[in-house]
């Protein structure tokens, strides 16, 4: 029987995650990256056009935030 071929290490997965892990209350969404629980939770579990798709969006939730609570 010939050896099982080596598998390919993982792809790394791409996450705007800078590890400032604050959820904001008012609008549910991360300090530091600006992703919902959900999505944070759900991350390495979606396809890669649903996190480009999440990538696509994030600039916009910042202004859903206080700037206060961005140091702005």
Do not use: F, H, N, Y
Not at 9 to 24: E, G, L, Q
């Amino acid at each position: 029987m010939p050896p099982a071929p080596a598998s390919a290490p993982p792809r790394p997965i791409v996450s705007p995650c800078i590890m400032v892990c604050t959820v904001d209350g008012a609008s549910g969404l991360c300090l530091g990256c600006l992703r919902t629980l959900q999505e944070i939770a759900t991350w390495s579990r979606m396809t890669d056009e649903a996190r480009a798709a999440v990538m696509d969006d994030l600039p916009g939730r910042k202004k859903r935030i206080d700037p206060r609570l961005l140091g702005e």
